[in-house]
């Protein structure tokens, strides 16, 4: 399927969700390696917003554009781990242009609005979907580390369930492209800057347990980020360490976008289905993991969330 697309389009765009994580930029710098690999007569372009400054060891990285040129029309635009449209930010107007659209994803909240999907819920990564399209031969080590990026960060190094055997085996067939995983696990997952490091500290200390122990949350605002010296794509790992906690079924982390404005991130354990929860407020996600944007004091989020996680934890 994107072997034909592929070879019916001269220009081709590749866009990616707003704060692109490792799936994110895994799976476009992956996708765009492969096209450049292999289809020499292409020409293909990669949009995405800044990403995390550890991701730029992937070299085609440095391709990666953050405006869109006035009036270009790509013959095929590629979206890659993004949920809906609204997601694709910047970069909407080419995917609006473009003559024909392409969606590879994995969240279960994706209605199909491009022309044509491959989707698969419960796919660990919208990486090994890419995989899945490619023929394994062609993909060179600069593909191979990318996908594999994107496996690392999407299954918490195959720590989650959505790690299944197939990803296993995806992961042993990149490895042996003759990449270096545990580097790429170490340097892009595990380091923290010290910055980082005090902001999760801070994180933790401020979290409070509610709704019987089941639900942990923080909040970090505007003006602590600002004295600590971060940014957005700083607090990637702060829910995933809060949902860590004993006796914890839902773990709820937010930071303020713009006054009395948060992006929320949600994760959960196992019996709390956090795509609904965020989906009730115009977000999306995976049942364990699912974001949204919401405005309103840091209290009104918790208590508008709270409302849905605890009608999910009353059927149990
Ligand atoms: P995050 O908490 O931002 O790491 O996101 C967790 C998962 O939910 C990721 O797969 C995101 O792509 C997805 N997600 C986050 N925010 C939204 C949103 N506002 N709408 C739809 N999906 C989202
Ligand atoms: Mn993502
Ligand atoms: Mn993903």
Redesign the pocket.
């Known amino acids: 399927m994107l072997n034909k697309m592929l070879k019916d389009a001269v220009t081709i765009a590749i866009g990616g969700?707003i704060?692109p994580?490792g799936?994110?930029v895994g799976s476009c710098i992956g996708l765009y390696q492969y096209i450049k690999d292999n289809y020499k007569d292409k020409k293909a372009d990669v949009y995405l917003e800044e990403i995390p400054d550890s991701f730029h060891f992937l070299k085609p990285a440095d391709v990666i554009r953050h405006e869109i040129p006035a009036d270009v029309t790509y013959d095929l635009f590629i979206c890659l781990?993004?949920?809906?449209k609204?997601?694709l930010g910047f970069s909407a107007p080419l995917f609006d242009r473009a003559k024909r659209t392409f969606c590879i994803d994995h969240?279960i909240?994706n209605k199909g609005f491009a022309s044509d999907s491959y989707v698969v819920p419960d796919a660990s990564s919208t990486c090994e979907l890419v995989y899945q399209l490619l023929d394994e031969e062609k993909i060179s080590p600069q593909t191979a580390e990318a996908l594999y990026l994107g496996i690392v960060h999407?299954t918490g190094v195959f720590q989650y369930s959505c790690a299944e055997p197939s990803t296993f085996r995806m992961a042993a067939k990149l490895l042996e492209k003759g990449i270096d995983g545990p580097r790429i696990i170490q340097e892009t997952f595990y380091e923290k800057t010290y910055a980082q490091n005090q902001i999760l500290g801070r994180a933790l200390l401020e979290s409070i347990l509610f709704m019987d122990k089941k639900c942990i949350a923080t909040y970090i605002t505007k003006k602590t980020m600002d004295f600590y010296g971060v940014v957005p794509k700083d607090l990637?790992g702060i829910?995933s360490q809060l949902r860590l906690t004993k006796g914890v079924e839902v773990a709820i982390?937010m930071y303020e976008l713009e006054k009395n404005v948060y992006?929320?991130?949600?994760?959960s354990k196992e019996n709390v289905d956090v795509?609904k929860v965020?989906g009730y407020f115009?977000?999306?996600?995976?049942k364990r993991?699912?974001?949204?944007?919401m405005a309103g004091t840091c209290y009104d989020v918790i208590n508008n969330l709270s409302g849905q996680i605890e009608a999910q934890l009353d059927e149990v």
């Open positions: 969700h704060r994580d799936d994110c781990d993004c949920g809906d609204g997601r969240h909240s999407d990637e829910v982390f992006k929320v991130s949600l994760r795509c965020a115009g977000g999306g996600g995976h993991a699912a974001g949204l944007t």
